[in-house]
Each structure stands twice: as C-alpha cells, then as structure tokens.
C-alpha cells in the first residue's frame, strides 16, 4: 500500500516536497515512480527511482527542478519541488513497478491515492 502525501497550494516560484511511505517488506525491491494527471489531460511521468535509489529519471518539464529521493530503512519515496509553475498544477501518484526507469505507467503496479499539487500564477 503506498500513502501519497504533501501536496497544498503555492505560489509559482515556490518549493514542496512530497512523500510517498509504503506499507510491506518488500519497498525495498520496487522501483519507483511520480506521475502526475492535470483535469482533462492524461496521466504524464514524472520522475522514477531505481529501488537501490542509484538511478533517477525524470520527464525533461521537470528536469533540474524536480529531484527523487528514497529512503528504504523509512520505507519512503520523496520528490522535492522546486521553482514550481502553474503548469505543475495535477494530482501527484506515487506509484512501485519492477521495470526500472519506466515511463509507462502500465508497468507499475501498485499505486499510491493522489495528492493535489496546486500552483497560482
């Protein structure tokens, strides 16, 4: 079970950090991934992890802004914010899959509830 969580509202230019903490033994073998889905748009990537933490990868909107992070001992993935855009306005999934540095999201299989990102102008 993955729990997505510090989304909230903030100016463009502004930084957050969100953190996605997964319940079972297992986290430690998963790659992980970020996506996002703005209203009427589909579900994009955004940023995966490999499950040692030793490889990243991110959609190049996000690259040199965005920076993934985990943790395996707290069982926590991260994606810190930075020099946020309106454009960044979506909800956030967190998700775990075993194809490393996937942008697909059909090759993840357990996905995290959705935190609200929301960046005024």
């Known amino acids: 079970q993955l729990q997505a969580s510090g989304g909230g509202l903030v100016q463009a230019g502004g930084s957050l950090r969100l953190s996605c903490a997964a319940s079972?033994?297992?986290?430690?073998?998963?790659?992980m991934g970020w996506f996002r889905q703005a209203p009427g748009k589909e579900r994009e990537f955004v940023s995966a992890?490999?499950?040692?933490?030793?490889?990243?990868y991110y959609a190049d909107s996000v690259k040199g802004r965005f920076t993934i992070a985990r943790d395996n001992a707290k069982n926590t993935v991260y994606l810190q914010m930075n020099s946020l855009k309106p454009e960044d306005t979506a909800a956030y999934y967190c998700?775990?899959?075993?194809?490393?540095?996937?942008?697909?999201?059909?090759?993840?299989?357990?996905w995290g509830q959705g935190t609200e990102v929301t960046v005024s102008s």
């Open positions: 992890i490999s499950w040692r933490g030793g490889n990243t």
């Open positions: 998700a775990a899959g075993r194809t490393t540095g996937s942008y697909y999201y059909a090759d993840y299989v357990y």
């Open positions: 079972g033994r297992a986290f430690s073998s998963y790659n």
